[in-house]
Structures are given as structure tokens and as C-alpha cells.
């Protein structure tokens, strides 16, 4: 590839590389960046996007290397200056305050200097234009406090914050991983109309058919380094995914028939403020798919059942017993376990070491006499560390310097300890790049050849398709259908997800 700069690259990266201590993020990267074109950024969780992303945006600096916007070398301090250049991020983890609303998340630091009531209104109107602009069918409460939102509503509101800036290069890193299809369908069709005026779009997704549904072209990274940059058109799947992960994946989903036992979980008309009513079962060995939209109530029904969010009315038996479970850790005594959805709210404890989040939940299991013993502890933990593949220098890392696919992997990973034997997972594979994903499904199998039972909730259609055993779709708090067998097909999934 030339070094040289070509007229059409509005950015263009020369030689950049990234340390954190222990670890060398970025080795000697270019890239470079077209007017107009939408880049996709592929690789393996941990191998550098978010911070090659970073470094464009000011918030890193780079340990070495250059950087060119329109021609020019440029050194961002911070992501102020990098705002003020013109570039729009919509960053990996949430990153909007929790306890503004949506207007005041949308417009700080621009418009919104001062807080004064006439120009919230003026804010309002904005918003709602720019809504309307995108054509969104959220129906958001712009003065509800966002940490009361779902995750979508608030990636629709970065989402937002970054367009309102009008930005000459936009970032977008997994924009898409709390979105449902419908969601993704916007966004891409605001994407390519960004992208005919002019607009040069940066697109992070461990979503290949969504590379290769939106991209021009794609920037492949490994282990730090980039693998080379392609035309989108011109590469196969098969191809791409060698090159992110340098070796052949024989089947995307490994799904293992193993007999399917007693029940396990049985839920009998639960109802809380939303949720309507529902029942339904999990037998051992057995995976139970949830699918719906956003909001579905799919969420709340997991968080319910877990005992952190109060029922209304309904039955839980656990091993064919009445159960009450009141409290979360009454939930975690039965042998419930949840991985949730948010992972960096509720998943794991970000200035806790890898160990620590690994083991907290139930150090009951490693305690003898009021002492822990740390050699079981640290062996266990290793252990999870290799089989689910969590990239970090060391089981003492602190779980904030992790990337976002190894805290994913972290969270699930704190739950693979000790007696469970009901597990609810909540977008398990959310984030988690094709090699990991299969890595995650292994797991999954042990499980259920162990006699546990899976609850499934994934927007990941194909995924919940080739794992569950029956799926029950819910709409607006209720379970409109549940499906099996032959019936198990993506087109009965959408229709009953969406209403005929
Ligand atoms: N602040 C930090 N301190 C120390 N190490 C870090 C820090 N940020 C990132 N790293 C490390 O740098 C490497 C690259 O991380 P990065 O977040 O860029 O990966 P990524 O490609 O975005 O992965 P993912 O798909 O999981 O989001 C990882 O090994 C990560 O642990
Ligand atoms: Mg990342």
C-alpha cells in the first residue's frame, strides 16, 4: 500500500501505536479514511478498535505515530478539540449521565450552556426535529432522567448527540449492539444518506452480515496490529473472518441434542406494572429462546424472576417446589444465576481485579473457617480466564482496562462458578467478537450436559434460532406466541416479534 496521501482521505493515520501498561493496544497502525465512504473496523475483542477509535477522538493520545485530518497533522489533547475539528463519536459503553435527561445529555456543552427553561423548550423542538429527521419510531421521553431509559433509548440518544454536531467524520463503535433489527434498519438507512453528503463514517460491529450489509470497505486489526484493508464487495465471509482471527471456524453454532429432563423452572402467571401474566418452562438440558423488540419486557421478566424487581402477582417453582425468591440473593441460594444485560452497570465491578469479579458472587465457595483460600480462588479464576477466552495481562488486572467484548465475557464468566443450575442470560454474546461467540456456545453445552436449564434472551436472531429448543416471543409485556419445532423459523420469529 502507498504511503501517499490521496485527495479523497480526509484522515489519514500513520504508523500510530498505543501502550497501556503490560500492553501494547496498537503496533505501528495506518489507516486512512475517505470522504464519503462508511469503514467498517473489524477484530477479536481486545484487538485495538476502540482504541485506534479513541486516538482519532482525542480521548488517547498516542504513544507514537501521526495523524492527518483533511491534510493537516493533528494532535488532540483531548475530545473537546477533536468535537470542535468536527468529529462525532457514539462511544462502545454508555456514555451519557445517567441522572440528565435526554435534551440536557443531547445538547450539553453545545447549545445547553446555561440550564434556562426558555431554551429547553427551544432544545425540545430541536430534538423532536431531529428525530423526525431520522425517521425514528421510539417514542422517547425527552424529560424522563435516562438512567431510567433502556439501553436502545439511550444508544438512540448518543446516537443523536453525535448527529446534532453535524460532524465531518463520524464514529461509530458498535452502534448497533443494544439496537433491534428494526433499530439497525434506521440507523443504516440515516448512515447512507450521511454518507451521499459526504460524510466519512467509521463502523464498528462484531455483526459481520452488518459489515457487509453497510460498509465501502473494512479495516481488519489483530492482536494490535492491521491485517490489511479491503474492498467490502470483495471479500467472503469465510475470508474475513480468517484474517480476524487467523484461523477457520467449523461451525458457527455448535448445538449439542442432549436429552431434555425434568422441569426446572416453572413460571405461572406473573404480572408486575407491565408485565402481563405470563408463564411458561424451562426443563433441565433444556434451552428456552426469548425473542422480542426492545421493550418487549423481556428485561424486566428476567430481573423479575431473579427477585430484583417486584412481582405483582405469579408463581415461581423451582424443581417442581413453590419458591419464593424475594431478594437476589435468595435467587443466587436456589441456583439461579443471571447474566444481565448491562454489563457495565450490572454485570461487573470496574475498579474490581478480574479475579475479584470472577469470584465475588460466591466466595462462600472457596472459604474454609472465615479464610479464603486464594489458591483455589486464583486457579478457578485462571481457569475461567482460558476456557471463555477473556484477554487480560494478568488475573489481577483491574476489569476497567479490559475491552468492552472481555467484560462481556467477565460477567459471564462470574456466574460459571459454583451450584447454579438455572441460568438467564440476557444478550450473553452482545459485543463478543465470531471466535468467542462459538467459544461461549461450548460453554453453554457443558452446561446443559450438566442437567442445567437455559433462559435465552438475544436479539441475535440467527443465534437464538440454532440454540433454543422453543422460543416464546413477548410484545408490549406479554408472550404472544412460542414456537417449536418445524415452527422454529426467523420469518414466524419477526412476524409474531412485530404483530401480523
Ligand atoms: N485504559 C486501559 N488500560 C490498560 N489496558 C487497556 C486500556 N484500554 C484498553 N486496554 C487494552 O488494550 C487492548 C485493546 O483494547 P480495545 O478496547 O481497543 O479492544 P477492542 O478491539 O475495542 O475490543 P472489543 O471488541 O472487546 O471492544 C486490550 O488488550 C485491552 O485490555
Ligand atoms: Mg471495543
Not at 458498535?174 to 440507523?187: G, H, N, Q, R, Y
Not at 484493508?229 to 471479500?235: F, G, Q
Not at 483491574?398 to 460477567?411: D, I, P, T, V, Y
Amino acid at each position: 500500500m502507498s504511503g501517499k496521501t490521496d485527495k479523497k482521505d480526509i484522515l489519514e493515520i500513520k504508523g500510530v501505536t498505543k501502550d497501556f501498561p503490560g500492553v501494547r493496544a496498537l503496533d505501528n497502525v495506518d489507516f486512512e479514511l475517505r470522504r464519503g465512504e462508511i469503514h467498517g473496523l473489524v477484530g477479536e475483542n481486545g484487538a485495538g478498535k476502540t482504541t485506534l477509535l479513541k486516538i482519532i477522538d482525542g480521548a488517547l493520545q498516542p504513544t507514537r505515530g501521526e495523524i492527518f485530518l483533511e491534510g493537516e497533522k493533528v494532535s488532540f489533547n483531548n475530545s473537546r478539540e477533536a468535537i470542535d475539528w468536527g468529529i462525532g463519536t457514539v462511544h462502545q459503553e454508555m456514555n451519557i449521565i445517567p441522572y440528565f435527561n435526554a435534551i440536557e445529555n443531547i445538547f450539553l456543552g453545545r447549545e445547553l450552556t446555561k440550564f434556562n427553561f426558555i431554551k429547553f423548550h427551544q432544545l425540545e423542538e430541536k430534538t423532536r426535529d431531529l428525530l423526525h429527521r431520522i425517521g425514528l419510531s421510539i417514542d422517547i421521553d425527552l424529560y424522563q432522567e435516562v438512567r431510567y431509559l433502556g439501553a436502545a433509548e439511550r444508544k438512540i440518544i448518543e446516537i443523536l448527540r453525535a448527529i446534532n454536531l453535524q460532524p465531518k467524520i463520524l464514529i461509530l463503535d458498535e452502534p448497533t449492539a443494544s439496537l433491534t433489527i428494526e433499530e439497525v434498519k434506521t440507523l443504516f438507512d440515516l448512515l447512507r444518506k450521511f454518507k451521499k453528503e459526504g460524510m466519512a463514517i467509521i463502523f464498528v460491529s462484531h455483526h459481520l452480515e452488518e459489515v457487509f450489509e453497510i460498509t465501502d470497505r473494512v479495516t481488519v486489526l489483530r492482536n494490535g496490529e492491521k491485517i490489511g484493508t479491503v474492498p467490502t464487495s470483495s471479500i467472503k465471509r469465510t475470508d474475513l473472518i480468517r484474517m480476524m482471527i487467523n484461523r477457520d471456524i467449523k461451525s458457527q453454532y455448535p448445538k449439542q441434542k442432549v436429552p431434555i429432563g425434568k422441569p426446572l423452572l416453572e413460571v405461572k402467571g406473573l404480572s408486575t406494572d407491565f408485565l402481563k401474566d405470563i408463564s411458561f418452562e424451562v426443563r433441565e438440558s433444556e434451552i428456552v429462546g426469548f425473542a422480542g423488540m426492545v421493550s418487549s419486557g423481556r428485561t424486566e421478566l428476567m430481573e423479575t424472576i431473579f427477585g430484583a424487581k417486584e412481582k405483582r402477582s405469579g408463581e415461581i417453582y423451582l424443581r417442581g417446589q413453590k419458591t419464593k425468591i424475594r431478594s437476589v440473593r435468595e435467587a443466587i441460594k436456589n441456583g439461579l444465576r443471571l447474566v444481565p444485560e448491562e454489563r457495565r452497570e450490572k454485570g461487573i465491578i470496574e475498579s474490581f481485579s478480574v479475579r475479584e469479579n470472577l469470584t465475588l458472587s460466591h466466595l462462600d465457595d472457596f472459604c474454609r473457617f472465615d479464610y479464603i483460600n486464594f489458591n483455589k480462588e486464583g486457579r478457578e479464576s485462571k481457569e475461567i480466564v482460558q476456557r471463555l477466552n477473556i484477554e487480560t495481562p494478568s488475573i489481577s488486572t483491574e476489569a476497567k482496562n479490559l475491552s468492552g467484548g472481555n467484560k462481556q465475557k467477565l460477567s459471564f464468566g462470574k456466574w460459571s462458578f459454583g451450584k447454579g443450575d438455572i441460568f438467564i442470560l440476557d444478550e450473553p454474546t452482545e459485543g463478543i467478537d465470531v471466535g468467542s461467540k462459538v467459544e461461549m456456545y461450548k460453554f453453554i453445552n457443558k452446561l446443559i450436559k450438566e442437567k442445567a436449564g437455559i433462559v435465552l434472551v438475544s436479539s441475535d436472531l440467527p443465534e437464538l434460532l440454532a440454540l433454543s429448543d422453543r422460543i416464546y416471543v413477548m410484545r408490549e409485556g406479554k408472550i404472544v406466541d412460542v414456537l417449536s419445532g418445524e415452527k422454529l423459523t426467523q420469518e414466524n420469529v419477526l412476524e409474531s416479534t412485530f404483530g401480523k
